[in-house]
C-alpha cells in the first residue's frame, strides 16, 4: 500500500468531487483506501452528476473505493476536514 496523500479539504456543506478538492486523479479500476479525520460529519456519494442529497455517512475506519467509469466520488464536509488516501 503507497499514501497518495493527506489533504485538509472543507466543502461547505456542498457536494465537490474528491478529485476537485485534493488535486489527484483517481485510475478506473484501481482500489483506494481512505480514512477521513474529522469532528463534523463527513458524507461521500458516488454519483454521474452532482448529489443533491443522500450519500453515506463516514467514520473514522477507512474503507476502500474503486472507481468505475462514468461516476465520480463526491465529498460534502460541515468543516474542517482531513482525507488520507492510498492505493
Do not use: D, R
Not at 480514512?35 to 456519494?45: D, K, T
Not at 455517512?57 to 460541515?78: M, R, S
Amino acid at each position: 500500500m503507497a499514501n497518495i496523500g493527506y489533504f485538509p479539504i472543507n466543502t461547505n456543506k456542498e457536494y465537490e468531487t474528491v478529485e476537485n478538492v485534493t488535486g489527484i486523479t483517481f485510475t478506473t479500476g484501481t482500489k483506494y483506501i481512505l480514512q477521513v479525520q474529522s469532528a463534523e460529519p463527513f458524507y461521500f456519494c458516488v454519483s454521474n452528476e452532482i448529489p443533491e442529497s443522500g450519500g453515506f455517512k463516514v467514520g473514522l475506519e477507512p474503507f476502500t473505493y474503486t472507481p468505475q467509469t462514468g461516476a465520480k466520488l463526491y465529498v460534502k464536509t460541515f468543516g474542517k476536514a482531513y482525507l488520507n488516501i492510498a492505493e
